[in-house]
């Protein structure tokens, strides 16, 4: 396949995949994010993580386009971008997956991920309509790398079969491979082990390993503690919209801060 701040400081690498700074998003009274910041290096897997109601989803709808913030500075591979416009953030390199599965039920597998690639394609009207040469060398190459992607997450045996007929687990991966399809500088992840059985989260911790070894950079919400901290190179931590730890997995969970709102108990 083609390749494809409040506890602690931000990390003093060179060029950062995702940097986001000063975030702040307000519901009519209600403050849902509070100066919320981040910073993740090339190649990680970043975790954001805490308890219901923290704003974890608010700040992945804001750095993803679907909510607009009231403040903020946001740059993506080095770039300042403005997370106005889900297609806009798309095109600058962010590809994303819901908590709920969002998937084409009627399409198949195959035709799911060709759609995810159409964020990169040259074909304006003139080619849809007219369908040149080229058009057509760019729809098969299109093709091609679909089934690439569905070989690659591991469901190439269900690339002609309908997306709402596919296991839960394999929806799962066939909403990341469709996101791989646009060649992400950042694979945003939100909750992906929602819903999947013990057997399926290992699966997905060893799908998401590869995916971290071939190179590409992901952020991941997750409930499930064990999944994270065994996963994750960093983490966030949010609690009422605010930061309230950052920093390397063994640290972050012996945070009295992070314990007292989400762990419940220190580790051993």
Known sequence: ?????TATTQ?????????VQGVNKRFGGLQALSDVGLAIKPGEIYGLIGPNGAGKTTFFNVITGLYTPDSGEFKLGGNTYQPTAVHEVAKAGIARTFQNIRLF???????????????RTKA???GAVFRPASIKREEAEIEDMAHELL??????QHAHHTARNLSYGHQRRLEIARALATEPKLLALDEPAAGMNATEKVELRGLLDKIRTDGRTILLIEHDVKLVMGLCNRLTVLDYGKVIAQGLPQDVQKDKAVVEAYLGTPAH
């Not at 990390?11 to 940097?19: A, H, K, N, R, Y």
């Open 105 to 119: 039920g009627e399409m198949t597998a195959l035709e799911n991920v060709m759609v995810g690639r159409h964020v």
């Open 124 to 126: 304006g009207l003139f």
């Open 151 to 156: 070989e690659y997450v591991g469901i190439s």
């Open 1 to 5: 396949m083609t390749n494809m701040n």
């Open 11 to 19: 990390p003093d690498t060179g060029e950062l995949i995702l940097s």
